[in-house]
Protein backbone atom coordinates (compact mmCIF):
# COMPACT_ATOMS: atom_id res chain seq x y z
CA UNK A 1 0.00 0.00 0.00
CA UNK A 2 1.47 3.24 -0.79
CA UNK A 3 1.95 6.30 1.71
CA UNK A 4 -0.41 8.93 1.46
CA UNK A 5 0.23 13.12 2.60
CA UNK A 6 -2.82 14.97 2.35
CA UNK A 7 -0.32 17.74 2.56
CA UNK A 8 1.64 17.37 -0.38
CA UNK A 9 -2.04 16.42 -2.11
CA UNK A 10 -3.36 20.05 -1.30
CA UNK A 11 -0.42 21.66 -2.55
CA UNK A 12 1.36 19.65 -5.53
CA UNK A 13 -0.46 21.67 -7.89
CA UNK A 14 0.51 25.22 -6.89
CA UNK A 15 4.45 24.40 -6.26
CA UNK A 16 4.46 23.05 -9.57
CA UNK A 17 3.05 26.46 -11.54
CA UNK A 18 6.46 27.65 -9.71
CA UNK A 19 8.82 24.61 -10.94
CA UNK A 20 7.25 24.66 -14.03
CA UNK A 21 9.09 27.73 -14.54
CA UNK A 22 11.89 27.70 -12.14
CA UNK A 23 13.01 24.24 -14.07
CA UNK A 24 12.12 24.94 -17.84
CA UNK A 25 15.42 24.52 -18.74
CA UNK A 26 17.00 22.08 -16.71
CA UNK A 27 17.57 18.45 -16.86
CA UNK A 28 18.48 17.12 -13.98
CA UNK A 29 17.08 17.49 -10.30
CA UNK A 30 17.97 16.01 -7.14
CA UNK A 31 14.83 16.16 -4.46
CA UNK A 32 15.97 15.97 -0.61
CA UNK A 33 13.59 14.58 1.27
CA UNK A 34 10.79 12.83 -1.42
CA UNK A 35 8.98 11.39 1.52
CA UNK A 36 5.70 9.91 0.03
CA UNK A 37 6.97 9.88 -3.86
CA UNK A 38 3.79 11.75 -4.33
CA UNK A 39 5.65 15.59 -5.33
CA UNK A 40 8.02 13.46 -7.47
CA UNK A 41 5.29 11.53 -10.02
CA UNK A 42 3.25 14.68 -9.92
CA UNK A 43 6.02 17.07 -10.94
CA UNK A 44 8.27 14.26 -13.46
CA UNK A 45 4.95 13.53 -14.77
CA UNK A 46 4.52 17.20 -15.90
CA UNK A 47 8.23 18.18 -16.79
CA UNK A 48 9.06 15.14 -19.52
CA UNK A 49 12.18 17.17 -20.24
CA UNK A 50 14.22 16.50 -16.96
CA UNK A 51 15.35 13.82 -14.42
CA UNK A 52 13.65 13.46 -11.03
CA UNK A 53 16.27 12.01 -9.30
CA UNK A 54 14.05 10.91 -5.78
CA UNK A 55 15.98 10.47 -2.41
CA UNK A 56 15.50 9.56 1.40
CA UNK A 57 16.47 8.04 4.37
CA UNK A 58 16.26 4.51 3.54
CA UNK A 59 12.97 4.11 5.74
CA UNK A 60 11.33 5.91 3.07
CA UNK A 61 12.36 4.35 -0.12
CA UNK A 62 9.86 1.66 0.17
CA UNK A 63 7.17 4.19 -0.05
CA UNK A 64 8.56 5.82 -2.72
CA UNK A 65 9.46 3.22 -4.71
CA UNK A 66 5.39 2.05 -4.70
CA UNK A 67 4.87 5.61 -6.60
CA UNK A 68 7.14 5.28 -8.72
CA UNK A 69 6.33 1.66 -9.88
CA UNK A 70 2.79 2.82 -10.07
CA UNK A 71 3.12 6.00 -12.14
CA UNK A 72 5.93 3.98 -14.50
CA UNK A 73 7.20 7.27 -15.86
CA UNK A 74 10.88 7.18 -17.78
CA UNK A 75 12.07 9.86 -16.31
CA UNK A 76 12.21 9.26 -12.48
CA UNK A 77 14.94 7.42 -10.61
CA UNK A 78 14.69 5.32 -7.84
CA UNK A 79 15.24 6.68 -4.87
CA UNK A 80 19.11 6.87 -2.96
CA UNK A 81 20.16 7.00 0.66
CA UNK A 82 20.72 10.97 0.79
CA UNK A 83 21.27 11.78 5.02
CA UNK A 84 22.04 15.30 5.16
CA UNK A 85 24.81 14.85 7.70
CA UNK A 86 27.00 12.19 5.27
CA UNK A 87 25.41 10.64 2.57
CA UNK A 88 25.53 12.62 -0.62
CA UNK A 89 25.65 11.99 -4.14
CA UNK A 90 28.64 12.11 -6.34
CA UNK A 91 27.00 13.77 -9.23
CA UNK A 92 25.90 17.34 -10.01
CA UNK A 93 22.63 18.59 -10.90
CA UNK A 94 21.18 21.42 -12.94
CA UNK A 95 18.63 21.95 -9.95
CA UNK A 96 17.43 21.03 -6.14
CA UNK A 97 14.16 20.83 -4.64
CA UNK A 98 13.02 20.47 -0.97
CA UNK A 99 9.81 20.24 0.41
CA UNK A 100 9.11 20.60 4.27
CA UNK A 101 12.72 19.70 5.27
CA UNK A 102 14.35 22.69 7.01
CA UNK A 103 11.71 22.39 10.19
CA UNK A 104 12.11 19.12 10.94
CA UNK A 105 15.48 18.75 10.97
CA UNK A 106 17.94 20.02 13.95
CA UNK A 107 20.03 23.16 12.60
CA UNK A 108 23.54 21.93 12.49
CA UNK A 109 21.59 19.25 9.95
CA UNK A 110 20.38 22.36 8.20
CA UNK A 111 23.87 23.72 7.64
CA UNK A 112 24.85 20.67 6.28
CA UNK A 113 21.96 20.29 4.10
CA UNK A 114 22.82 23.79 2.78
CA UNK A 115 26.68 22.63 2.31
CA UNK A 116 25.83 19.99 0.35
CA UNK A 117 23.63 21.45 -2.26
CA UNK A 118 26.67 24.54 -2.57
CA UNK A 119 28.68 21.08 -3.53
CA UNK A 120 26.23 19.26 -6.11
CA UNK A 121 24.57 22.49 -7.58
CA UNK A 122 25.84 23.02 -11.22
CA UNK A 123 26.89 26.86 -11.48
CA UNK A 124 24.00 29.12 -12.24
CA UNK A 125 21.64 25.73 -11.00
CA UNK A 126 18.51 26.60 -9.02
CA UNK A 127 17.45 25.79 -5.78
CA UNK A 128 14.22 25.60 -4.56
CA UNK A 129 13.03 24.98 -1.16
CA UNK A 130 9.49 24.60 -0.12
CA UNK A 131 7.75 25.39 3.77
CA UNK A 132 6.85 27.71 6.37
CA UNK A 133 9.22 30.21 7.24
CA UNK A 134 10.01 33.30 10.15
CA UNK A 135 10.62 36.50 8.93
CA UNK A 136 12.98 38.73 12.18
CA UNK A 137 12.28 36.26 14.00
CA UNK A 138 8.32 36.38 13.88
CA UNK A 139 5.88 34.20 12.32
CA UNK A 140 3.27 35.15 9.61
CA UNK A 141 0.40 33.56 11.07
CA UNK A 142 -1.41 31.89 14.28
CA UNK A 143 -1.42 28.87 12.31
CA UNK A 144 2.48 28.82 11.85
CA UNK A 145 3.22 29.40 15.44
CA UNK A 146 1.48 26.58 16.63
CA UNK A 147 2.80 24.71 14.24
CA UNK A 148 5.81 25.64 15.29
CA UNK A 149 5.16 24.69 18.57
CA UNK A 150 3.74 21.36 17.86
CA UNK A 151 6.88 20.53 16.02
CA UNK A 152 9.00 21.38 19.33
CA UNK A 153 7.02 19.79 21.49
CA UNK A 154 8.06 16.50 19.56
CA UNK A 155 11.36 17.28 19.15
CA UNK A 156 13.17 20.94 20.69
CA UNK A 157 15.55 20.77 18.14
CA UNK A 158 13.11 21.13 15.44
CA UNK A 159 11.05 24.70 14.52
CA UNK A 160 10.35 26.94 11.75
CA UNK A 161 13.09 28.21 10.25
CA UNK A 162 13.95 32.37 9.80
CA UNK A 163 14.67 33.10 6.42
CA UNK A 164 17.45 35.81 7.22
CA UNK A 165 19.04 32.59 8.79
CA UNK A 166 18.69 30.11 6.04
CA UNK A 167 19.74 32.81 3.05
CA UNK A 168 23.15 33.47 4.96
CA UNK A 169 24.01 29.81 5.57
CA UNK A 170 22.55 30.32 1.31
CA UNK A 171 25.21 32.93 0.55
CA UNK A 172 28.13 31.27 2.40
CA UNK A 173 27.54 28.14 -0.08
CA UNK A 174 27.71 30.42 -2.86
CA UNK A 175 23.82 30.96 -3.30
CA UNK A 176 22.04 34.19 -4.11
CA UNK A 177 18.69 34.35 -3.38
CA UNK A 178 16.48 35.32 -6.53
CA UNK A 179 13.16 34.98 -5.44
CA UNK A 180 10.79 34.48 -2.48
CA UNK A 181 7.60 33.13 -3.52
CA UNK A 182 4.36 33.86 -1.45
CA UNK A 183 2.69 30.25 -1.87
CA UNK A 184 -1.16 28.98 -0.21
CA UNK A 185 -1.39 28.41 4.15
CA UNK A 186 1.47 30.79 5.16
CA UNK A 187 3.86 28.98 2.96
CA UNK A 188 6.75 30.36 0.44
CA UNK A 189 9.51 28.92 -1.91
CA UNK A 190 12.49 30.34 -1.54
CA UNK A 191 14.66 30.39 -4.21
CA UNK A 192 18.55 30.64 -5.00
CA UNK A 193 21.24 30.65 -7.86
CA UNK A 194 24.69 28.98 -7.66
CA UNK A 195 26.94 31.69 -8.36
CA UNK A 196 30.16 31.20 -10.16
CA UNK A 197 33.39 30.38 -8.10
Excluded at 26 to 45: C, D, K, M, P, Y
Excluded at 95 to 104: K, L, P, Q, R, Y
Aim: hydrophobic share 40%; charged share 25%; glycine share 6%.
Amino acid sequence: MKPFSDACEENKAPILDVLLRLFDDARTILEIGSGTGQHAVHFAAAMPHLIWQTSDLEENHPGIRAWLEEAALANTREPILLDVSRDWPLVAYAGVFSANTTHIMSWPEVEKMFHGIGRVLKPEGCFALYGPFNYQGGYTSDSNRNFDQWLKSRDPLSGIRDFEALNELAVSNRLQLTEDVEMPVNNRILVWRKVHS
